[in-house]
């Protein structure tokens, strides 16, 4: 697939990943996960959906929506890249050393024995042909966050959100199949705009822990920095800045939703629900005046039941012959 001309440098350089991912040929293809144990496979998916259950809320409900195999697939994804993401959470001893040992164990021919979550992802990717490179792209983008890095620029940190989030969304369109690679790039933008919306909603608890993911071009841009951040201080300065960022946020929402047309009809609702549910976190930040320093953004149940609706009524109005 050819990108426009007037696509913009940080979408052709997320494209040019993408494109390296699906034409890399180290794959090794397995017809099945053996097992001595037909219930040791079971389990290991089982244990991928507590997984799910624990950590992320949105992703279980959003899964929730579609077939059962379908199901157990996306949340062997999600537990895959929570063990990636994990391991660089500060909370663990030499997590380099882990995630290199992590990425040597999803380079074997056969799964890690005895390592539910890996049996169930291996599994899950021979099921559906996700391309390799992609989980190692995943994993380079949690490693990034093993130091404490700034990101000077958008491009910069777009390539993060890529790693850590495009790379996600790439590997579950091999799940919920996809008609035509044109689904590609929109894939790639709302990776970055569920991760920019977690960036923004996050900003409190980052700082907390040392991080910082905001661009310091675009902070300087409004008269703000580091500094002015971890005081924690919403001033209009910040109010302005931070409608800059949802702004494109939204817009990047707004650019990837034809691409749900172009995924298999069973898996729509579950990706349309996803985007609006984690829109409705960005609207939660406005109602309460950009204040991401003393509180979480989320959005409540009734809300939550809201946004399902209007994703079944956005899938509902894609025609029938496309995807």
Known sequence: MILESTTPSWEQRLFMLAEEALSS???????????????????AYAACEAITA????????????????????????YAFCRTADNLADGKVEQPGK??????????????????????????????????LRYAEQLIDGVEHD?????YPTFEDLSVYCYGVASTVG?????????????AIPQAIKLGVALQLTNILRDVGEDRRLGRFY???????????????????????????FMRFQIARTRRLYTEAMPGIALIHRDGRFAVAAAAILYMGILDDIEAHDYDVFSRRAHVNRGLKMAALLRAYLYTKKIPAQEG
């Open 25 to 43: 040929r180290r794959d090794v293809f397995l017809s099945d996960i053996q097992s001595e144990d037909s219930w040791s496979l079971l389990e």
């Open 54 to 77: 624990q950590y992320s809320r949105s992703f279980y409900l959003a899964s929730s929506l579609l077939p059962a195999e379908k199901r157990r697939a996306m949340r062997a994804l």
């Open 98 to 131: 882990k995630l290199r040992h992590l990425r040597e164990s999803i380079l074997a021919v056969r799964p890690v024995g005895g390592d539910a979550v890996l049996t169930a992802w291996a599994d899950t990717r021979i099921r559906y042909q996700i391309p």
């Open 146 to 150: 093993l130091v404490l890095r700034r």
């Open 170 to 182: 790439l590997m579950s369109m091999h799940i919920t199949g996809f008609s035509d690679q044109r």
């Open 214 to 240: 905001l661009p310091l071009d675009e902070l300087a841009s409004f008269g703000l920095d580091e500094k002015d951040v971890n005081a924690g201080i919403v001033n209009e300065r910040w109010r302005a």
